[in-house]
């Protein structure tokens, strides 16, 4: 029971005829209508007209004007109603308070697509704020994209649609450049065409209403002119669609940001440009690093990274070797990569040795490798070769300075053999203007990225191997958690309820404790004593010594009242603390804030104190914080932060950028604490903070680390005002594990399976999946056949494995072997384009064993089922036409088939709205 993609033969296009992407009218345009075309000298309305008219795109151009008959000599149309051609592409640039219904009229005649050039929306205050709304409205009830509004328009050189008030045309190249700014673009064009570099898409996304980032990513993505995407930013909009179309497309096309307002007035100055919140910088760079994206601070620098990781492979790490014919150079390259985070390579004794051989006896002998100003093309050539070989190595800059003995054009042509070098990048600096001209042009040519300063080349280095460490921890397989226990959310909902109806926001640290304890953070035990006598009840009932806390209603930094009294060892020492507290309060906040004590055992400080806590960015909803805790956590500020969900492999690279993790590791002989644990009580932090939406922040801190325990000795937890209408609560930029699709299933035989949303620790239990898999049903899942390395691979089974819930789901049937005690992967049922505006597709595989066994049936009835809760409008899939008994599960389900005898494949189609 396999249906398959058919991807394998042909496209899903040219199999079935399939409708086109909602974005296609942008990219290929068949008749485009200009709605405020205008002959007036330099208005954006003549200049667009004449640019989508002077440069050929293979269809027609319609201009609107309701007070002229004609425009530049074209027939003017007095509206789009009265355009007598399918009109599928608009592009409007005239007032702001007319567009709305423009929009409307361009539905009416089937029109999908729109340029708003236009501003006036939502930059512009309150009236501009309902008439983007209005417009959009108009734009969903006819199922029309709109890119903008405020924006230059759009390029797509390929095809030669220009529909932008640019003063020129863009060439055709394999980069797709993606910006908020118009006049960015317009500066960006100014230079490409100074340097010849061309675009397969040059678009102007405004203040992005509709048309977003995920959306366009996506499209690239799957464009097969496009190598690479590079975008000037200014607010992420849309943060959970932006994050998982980078993520899918990062593992194939590089794609490179530009983030625009990193300081507070920047920060201004983008939100009132735009309209939109911007969000913390540093979420920002965390987001980035999760997705796989390379962010970068010039603008040099996106279309230098793009040539370098077209051209080069990525470095392994961060360790770059310098080899040069002068000392300054050398000391420049080894600033800027050490400023980095770059780290200079220890050239091994062999290397050395090899060297001796041939280089002068003043040569360097470290790391830069200065080979004299006297090098001529061979000992720079001799000397790369010999480097690259050293497996201490990541990468290579070769310097070359113009000296009197130098021959720049020659050192250029024998290094060119040296472009490729297994899987250590080249790069190069040739210092000296136009008198190295000719040899930049012939290493360029050759495939080595050359700058006309070393410091540049050394900054592009540490671009590469940190984008490449963001890739492979895209594909890191994270351990299975150590206990899978569920979390009491029962218990959790029914204080968060509680203490809402009081109308609080702010949990007492008990109640603070009890939902951590829920969801398995360790805490102490703890009392709550309203009088003396029953804080030594509990103090007694617990064992000295005890330490005494306030409890209080409203107040949550204890110790700036008094609030904290420790090692207490006796009956008349616990009376005092109470006194003492209670006391202090009174004098310092007002004895209604003080509510009783709480009473815990004094927990020996034997370890390390950290701090673990969320909170809410703007644009990404709930972020996580990890780093060095106690009461000078603001002083020293080191923490790292996270989006939550976490696995094993996240939470260890969290903890890692932070020094506190050094200590945690052990130092000075103390034995290290169990990171293991440490992470896996990260990943069930993070589920808290994705789980229960009320909660706005948490901290703990301290939280104590030692080699015996890791135990929450403070918590405090704030909730959203209890006014706030639940859709309005920020969600997690990234959607969480989707635990509600899971269920058991009892198959034919009685033998009762769990079928669960896949996760990336499944990869090794899909590698043993795969091995049982036999030809035929490989060849009916894929219409091909794929050995079992190409089925194995691990960057694959990552891809499998790690999804974006929010655009798929992948349905594991889990099985464990009453003999063993084994568990396996017995099936897999997927539904894809779940965010897409596209249908999604539906493909199912099931171990030989198991087939005839239900599971197909069923897996496909979930996938219906989730598909209608995912808000998806048509299911397909494309079945091998052998395939008899996928083709009678299909049709079972309600699937409409369409067989044609000229294709390998039977088309299936559920129309679900």
Same mark, same amino acid.
């Given at each position: 029971?396999?249906?398959?993609?058919?991807? !394998?033969?042909?496209?899903?296009?040219?199999?079935?005829?399939?409708?086109?992407?909602?974005?296609?009218?942008?990219?290929?345009?068949?008749?485009?209508?200009?709605?405020?075309?205008?002959?007036?000298?330099?208005?954006?309305?003549?200049?667009?007209?004449?640019?989508?008219?002077?440069?050929?795109?293979?269809?027609?151009?319609?201009?609107?004007?309701?007070?002229?008959?004609?425009?530049?000599?074209?027939? !003017?149309?007095k509206s789009v109603k009265e355009i007598p051609a399918e009109i599928d592409l608009a592009v409007i640039a005239t007032n702001s308070k007319l567009i709305p219904g423009i929009v409307k009229e361009c539905g009416e005649i089937g029109c999908k697509a729109a340029v708003v050039i236009s501003a006036g929306f939502k930059e512009a205050g309150p009236e501009g704020i309902e008439l983007e709304r209005q417009l959009l409205a108009n734009a969903k009830a006819a199922d029309m994209r709109i890119i903008g509004p405020n924006c230059l328009g759009?390029?797509?050189?390929?095809?030669?649609?220009?529909?932008?008030?640019? !003063?020129?045309?863009?060439?055709?190249?394999?980069?797709?450049?993606?910006?908020?700014?118009?006049?960015?673009?317009?500066?960006?064009?100014?230079?490409?065409?100074?340097?010849?570099?061309?675009?397969?898409?040059?678009?102007?996304?405004?203040?992005?209403?509709?048309?977003?980032?995920?959306?366009?990513?996506?499209?690239?993505?799957?464009?097969?002119?496009t190598r690479s995407i590079l975008i000037y930013m200014e607010s992420v909009g849309d943060a959970r669609s932006f994050l998982?179309?980078?993520?899918?497309?990062?593992?194939?096309?590089?794609?490179?940001?530009?983030?625009?307002?990193?300081?507070?007035?920047?920060?201004?100055?983008?939100?009132?440009?735009?309209?939109?919140?911007?969000?913390?910088?540093?979420?920002l760079d965390i987001a980035f690093r999760r997705s796989g994206v390379l962010r970068v601070t010039n603008i040099a620098d996106l279309f230098y990274m793009a040539e370098v990781l077209a051209k080069q492979p990525r470095p392994k790490g961060p360790r770059l070797t310098v080899l040069t014919n002068a000392g300054g150079p050398g000391v420049l390259a080894a600033d800027s990569l050490l400023l980095g985070d770059g780290e200079l390579a220890e050239i091994s004794d062999?290397?050395?040795?090899?060297?001796?051989?041939f280089l002068p006896s003043t040569w360097s002998r470290r790391n830069p490798i200065d080979i004299i100003g006297d090098a001529d093309p061979e000992r720079y050539a001799k000397t790369l070769e010999v480097v690259s070989k050293d497996e201490n190595t990541d990468g290579m800059l070769v310097i070359l300075t113009p000296q009197a003995m130098t021959d720049s054009t020659q050192t250029a042509q024998l290094l060119r053999p040296l472009a490729k070098l297994g899987e250590r990048p080249v790069i190069a600096s040739w210092m000296g203007g136009v008198d190295v001209? !000719?040899?930049?042009?012939?290493?360029?040519?050759?495939?080595?990225?050359?700058?006309?300063?070393?410091?540049?080349?050394?900054?592009?280095?540490?671009?590469?191997?940190?984008?490449?460490?963001?890739?492979?921890?895209?594909?890191?397989?994270?351990?299975?958690a150590q206990d899978d226990a569920e979390a009491d959310t029962a218990k959790v909902s029914a204080i968060l309820d509680r203490v809402?109806?009081?109308?609080?926001?702010?949990?007492?640290?008990?109640?603070?404790?009890?939902?951590?304890?829920?969801?398995?953070?360790?805490?102490?035990?703890?009392?709550?004593?309203?009088?003396?006598?029953?804080?030594?009840?509990?103090?007694?009932?617990?064992?000295?010594?005890?330490?005494?806390?306030?409890?209080?209603?409203?107040?949550?930094?204890?110790?700036?009242?008094?609030?904290?009294?420790?090692?207490l060892k006796t009956a008349d020492a616990v009376r005092a603390a109470f006194q003492s507290i209670r006391d202090s309060v009174a004098a310092k906040a007002g004895l209604e804030h003080f509510n009783g004590v709480n009473v815990q055992p004094f927990a020996k400080l034997d370890g390390y104190e950290v701090i673990l806590g969320s909170s809410i960015d703007p644009q990404f909803g709930p972020v996580m914080l990890f780093g060095m805790g106690g009461q000078l956590?603001?002083?020293?500020?080191?923490?790292?932060?996270?989006?939550?969900?976490?696995?094993?492999?996240?939470?260890?690279?969290?903890?890692?950028?932070?020094?506190?993790?050094?200590?945690?590791?052990?130092?000075?002989?103390?034995?290290?604490?169990?990171?293991?644990?440490?992470?896996?009580?990260?990943?069930?932090?993070?589920?808290?903070?994705?789980?229960?939406?009320?909660?706005?922040?948490?901290?703990?801190?301290?939280?104590?680390?030692?080699?015996?325990?890791?135990?929450?000795?403070?918590?405090?937890?704030?909730?959203?005002?209890?006014?706030?209408?639940?859709?309005?609560?920020?969600?997690?930029?990234?959607?969480?594990?989707?635990?509600?699709?899971?269920?058991?299933?009892?198959?034919?035989?009685?033998?009762?399976?769990?079928?669960?949303?896949?996760?990336?620790?499944?990869?090794?239990?899909m590698v043993k999946f795969h091995e049982s898999l036999s030809e035929r049903t490989v060849y009916q899942r894929y219409l091909q056949m794929l050995n079992l390395s190409q089925r194995t691979a691990h960057e694959r089974l990552t891809r499998i494995c790690y999804i974006d819930y929010a655009n798929q789901m992948a349905l594991a049937v889990e099985r464990k072997d009453p003999a063993t005690g084994e568990t396996k992967i017995i099936g897999i049922g997927r539904i894809q384009g779940l965010s897409a505006a596209t249908d999604s597709e539906f493909s199912i595989v099931v171990a030989d064993e198991y087939q005839k066994s239900g599971l197909g049936t069923e897996l496909l009835r979930r996938l219906i089922e989730i598909g209608k809760k995912e808000g998806v409008k048509a299911i397909t899939a494309d079945i091998l036409a052998e395939n008899s008994a996928m083709q009678k599960v299909a049709e079972k389900a309600g699937f409409k088939l369409t067989r044609d005898v000229e294709e390998p494949v039977v088309s299936a189609r559920l129309e679900l709205a």
């Amino acid at each position: 029971m396999k249906p398959s993609s058919g991807k !394998a033969l042909k496209s899903a296009h040219d199999i079935l005829g399939h409708a086109e992407h909602p974005l296609d009218p942008f990219f290929k345009p068949k008749n485009v209508a200009m709605i405020g075309a205008t002959e007036n000298p330099g208005s954006v309305g003549r200049t667009t007209l004449w640019n989508l008219i002077s440069s050929p795109f293979g269809g027609a151009v319609f201009p609107v004007n309701p007070k002229r008959d004609s425009v530049l000599g074209i027939k !003017a149309y007095k509206s789009v109603k009265e355009i007598p051609a399918e009109i599928d592409l608009a592009v409007i640039a005239t007032n702001s308070k007319l567009i709305p219904g423009i929009v409307k009229e361009c539905g009416e005649i089937g029109c999908k697509a729109a340029v708003v050039i236009s501003a006036g929306f939502k930059e512009a205050g309150p009236e501009g704020i309902e008439l983007e709304r209005q417009l959009l409205a108009n734009a969903k009830a006819a199922d029309m994209r709109i890119i903008g509004p405020n924006c230059l328009g759009i390029m797509v050189p390929p095809s030669g649609i220009n529909a932008t008030f640019a !003063a020129g045309m863009a060439r055709t190249g394999s980069v797709g450049f993606l910006s908020q700014s118009g006049a960015l673009c317009t500066a960006v064009l100014d230079w490409s065409l100074a340097e010849n570099v061309g675009f397969s898409a040059f678009m102007s996304l405004g203040s992005m209403a509709d048309v977003g980032w995920g959306d366009l990513i996506y499209y690239l993505g799957n464009d097969p002119k496009t190598r690479s995407i590079l975008i000037y930013m200014e607010s992420v909009g849309d943060a959970r669609s932006f994050l998982s179309a980078a993520r899918e497309v990062a593992y194939t096309k590089p794609i490179i940001v530009i983030k625009a307002g990193r300081t507070a007035a920047g920060s201004q100055a983008a939100a009132s440009h735009t309209g939109s919140m911007t969000g913390s910088d540093d979420v920002l760079d965390i987001a980035f690093r999760r997705s796989g994206v390379l962010r970068v601070t010039n603008i040099a620098d996106l279309f230098y990274m793009a040539e370098v990781l077209a051209k080069q492979p990525r470095p392994k790490g961060p360790r770059l070797t310098v080899l040069t014919n002068a000392g300054g150079p050398g000391v420049l390259a080894a600033d800027s990569l050490l400023l980095g985070d770059g780290e200079l390579a220890e050239i091994s004794d062999q290397t050395i040795a090899e060297l001796d051989k041939f280089l002068p006896s003043t040569w360097s002998r470290r790391n830069p490798i200065d080979i004299i100003g006297d090098a001529d093309p061979e000992r720079y050539a001799k000397t790369l070769e010999v480097v690259s070989k050293d497996e201490n190595t990541d990468g290579m800059l070769v310097i070359l300075t113009p000296q009197a003995m130098t021959d720049s054009t020659q050192t250029a042509q024998l290094l060119r053999p040296l472009a490729k070098l297994g899987e250590r990048p080249v790069i190069a600096s040739w210092m000296g203007g136009v008198d190295v001209d !000719a040899g930049v042009r012939i290493l360029n040519q050759a495939g080595i990225p050359t700058f006309p300063y070393p410091d540049t080349a050394a900054r592009m280095f540490n671009y590469m191997w940190r984008y490449a460490s963001n890739l492979r921890a895209l594909y890191e397989t994270p351990s299975y958690a150590q206990d899978d226990a569920e979390a009491d959310t029962a218990k959790v909902s029914a204080i968060l309820d509680r203490v809402r109806a009081e109308g609080r926001t702010i949990l007492t640290e008990f109640e603070s404790k009890d939902v951590l304890a829920a969801y398995g953070v360790p805490t102490l035990p703890s009392r709550i004593a309203t009088t003396e006598d029953q804080a030594v009840e509990a103090a007694e009932w617990m064992g000295y010594p005890v330490v005494l806390k306030l409890h209080s209603l409203t107040i949550t930094h204890k110790t700036d009242v008094g609030g904290v009294q420790l090692n207490l060892k006796t009956a008349d020492a616990v009376r005092a603390a109470f006194q003492s507290i209670r006391d202090s309060v009174a004098a310092k906040a007002g004895l209604e804030h003080f509510n009783g004590v709480n009473v815990q055992p004094f927990a020996k400080l034997d370890g390390y104190e950290v701090i673990l806590g969320s909170s809410i960015d703007p644009q990404f909803g709930p972020v996580m914080l990890f780093g060095m805790g106690g009461q000078l956590v603001e002083v020293f500020k080191d923490r790292s932060l996270g989006l939550p969900p976490l696995n094993s492999t996240l939470a260890r690279r969290m903890m890692e950028r932070t020094k506190i993790y050094k200590a945690l590791k052990g130092v000075r002989g103390r034995k290290p604490v169990d990171l293991a644990a440490l992470e896996q009580l990260l990943v069930r932090f993070s589920r808290l903070v994705v789980e229960q939406h009320w909660i706005k922040e948490i901290d703990i801190n301290p939280l104590l680390a030692s080699p015996e325990q890791l135990l929450a000795l403070d918590a405090r937890i704030v909730l959203h005002d209890p006014a706030t209408k639940p859709e309005d609560l920020p969600k997690p930029a990234i959607r969480p594990y989707p635990s509600q699709y899971s269920g058991d299933f009892n198959m034919k035989n009685g033998e009762c399976v769990r079928i669960r949303p896949i996760r990336p620790e499944d990869e090794p239990m899909m590698v043993k999946f795969h091995e049982s898999l036999s030809e035929r049903t490989v060849y009916q899942r894929y219409l091909q056949m794929l050995n079992l390395s190409q089925r194995t691979a691990h960057e694959r089974l990552t891809r499998i494995c790690y999804i974006d819930y929010a655009n798929q789901m992948a349905l594991a049937v889990e099985r464990k072997d009453p003999a063993t005690g084994e568990t396996k992967i017995i099936g897999i049922g997927r539904i894809q384009g779940l965010s897409a505006a596209t249908d999604s597709e539906f493909s199912i595989v099931v171990a030989d064993e198991y087939q005839k066994s239900g599971l197909g049936t069923e897996l496909l009835r979930r996938l219906i089922e989730i598909g209608k809760k995912e808000g998806v409008k048509a299911i397909t899939a494309d079945i091998l036409a052998e395939n008899s008994a996928m083709q009678k599960v299909a049709e079972k389900a309600g699937f409409k088939l369409t067989r044609d005898v000229e294709e390998p494949v039977v088309s299936a189609r559920l129309e679900l709205a």
